[in-house]
């Protein structure tokens, strides 16, 4: 009660300036770490920040190497969700699109909930890839979707909880061998920062091996789990494809993917999705743009498609 009598006081005024109210999060939580302790910051914004983009991005850096995961929430649709997007996952966390005051609630319980169960503050992922074979790109999948910024072989994959698993999708290409027969791809470890035990940085390696041959398999049978996340993943890469087509001025080239999207969204069963996507292709069409909810919408709609099964 007294902690709603004094946010009834606080007076809204001026613009946005992220950072001051970032960096007075970060010392308030600096106060109280503890090296048991899951640390975490919700920041909540309704407008774009002017002038200090570059030093919110250092600070949500900062806070990633730190054991500090951030959610960033944006109210409305006057927000840099690029900028949201990049602060979150350079923490380890996540960035959400709040369209309704409802989702604030429900937001704020799910992420105290995720962080009652968090056994590992931070984790990363390494890769160690063998002569020959490169990094192309990679995606978490679960629990929802997301590219994997790669600096020096490594990614920042945030906390983990019980029940809670990433599933990551990754692409490498293999320059041809001469050799069949197994042969190692590369070493993946996962780093972890475990409170309450003796030594607190946990990690476990693999070695990846690939069997080369030299003729395929006419019958090769591929997962339907890895079908089923490439489907959604081709989605969200669409996504991204129509936002770069957009900002090179490619209106009907973006145009264009927006209503493959609306296709594809269909023929999964995301209606509501499917209906966003044509209904801002044709607003495309007309004036050239997008609405700036339903570039949110489309964004973070397709981000959530590996957990929203039909």
Not at 2 to 15: E, F, H, N, R, V
Not at 60 to 86: F, P, Y
Not at 244 to 264: I, K
Request: proline content about 3%; hydrophobic content about 35%.
């Amino acid at each position: 009660a007294m902690a709603k009598s004094i946010a009834s006081t606080i007076q809204p005024s001026g613009g946005t300036e992220m950072l001051q109210g970032l960096n007075a999060g970060l010392s308030e939580l600096e106060k109280n770490k503890a090296q048991s302790s899951v640390n975490h910051l919700i920041l909540l914004t309704d407008g774009q920040t002017y002038g200090d983009e570059d030093g919110c991005l250092e600070k949500a850096e900062w806070a990633g190497h730190n054991q500090i995961s951030l959610t960033t929430m944006g109210i409305g649709s006057d927000w840099n969700e690029n900028l949201l997007d990049k602060m979150s996952a350079a923490s380890g966390g996540t960035s959400v699109y709040i369209d309704s005051p409802r989702k604030i609630v429900d937001v704020f319980k799910d992420t105290i909930r995720n962080l009652s169960s968090v056994v590992a503050r931070e984790m990363s992922l390494s890769i160690n890839p063998s002569a020959g074979v490169t990094f192309k790109e990679g995606f978490q999948i679960t629990p929802y979707i997301h590219r994997l910024e790669m600096r020096a072989d490594k990614t920042i994959l945030g906390p983990l909880g019980t029940g809670q698993g990433k599933t990551l999708l990754m692409e490498f290409r293999i320059h041809s061998q001469a050799e069949t027969g197994d042969q190692r791809l590369m070493r993946l470890t996962i780093d972890g920062d475990v409170p309450g035990t003796a030594n607190r940085r946990n990690w476990e390696c693999i070695d990846i091996y690939g069997n080369f041959v030299r003729q395929m398999d006419e019958n090769l049978e591929i997962p339907s789990t890895i079908i089923t996340a490439l489907g959604k993943l081709a989605i969200f890469k669409m996504q991204e494809k129509a936002m770069e087509d957009l900002e090179r001025g490619q209106v009907s080239a973006a145009t264009q993917r927006l209503e493959t999207m609306a296709t594809r969204l269909l023929n999964l069963g995301e209606t509501d999705l499917a209906r966003a996507a044509l209904l801002e292709a044709g607003r495309l069409a007309r004036t050239g743009d997008l609405s700036a909810e339903g570039r949110k919408k489309i964004k973070y709609g397709t981000r959530s498609l590996s957990i929203l099964p039909k």
